[in-house]
């Protein structure tokens, strides 16, 4: 990755009690792991404990992963179950996989 880049700025928003917050945190932080992370900035917002947090992002439901940077903004709602929309956003921005990891190589064919 050319090293003139500004990092990713993500940012998960959740509701700590709900189980499919709990599932997108820890969906995140193992996909995360397949990835180099010195190219991606990570924050994680509870809203149950400062809901004017998501103002910002314009977020209404959780949990949702929102791209801030760089432009322009994308959204990802859901538990991040189907990993697809993370993956190909992380390698659009050229963040490298981890080396020997074989899910880390696992391309989906593009049409």
């Keep these: 990755m050319d090293r003139d880049r500004h990092p990713i700025e993500l940012v ?3 509701s700590a009690s709900s189980p499919p917050s709990v ?3 820890a969906n995140l932080r193992r996909i995360l792991r397949q990835y180099k992370s ?3 900035a990570v924050d994680v917002c509870d809203l149950t404990t400062d809901p004017s947090c998501g103002e910002r992002d314009q977020i209404a439901f959780t949990p949702t992963l929102c ?3 760089p432009d322009p903004p994308m959204w990802i709602l859901g538990d991040l ?3 697809e929309p ?3 956003l992380l390698e659009y ?3 490298e996989p981890t ?3 074989p899910q880390a190589h696992h391309r989906h064919p593009r049409l």
């Design 12 to 14: 998960l928003y959740i």
């Design 23 to 25: 599932r997108a945190l």
């Design 38 to 40: 010195d190219h991606v």
């Design 67 to 69: 791209k801030r940077a």
């Design 81 to 83: 179950s189907r990993p």
């Design 86 to 88: 993370l993956i190909e």
């Design 93 to 95: 921005y050229g963040v």
């Design 99 to 101: 080396h020997g990891h």
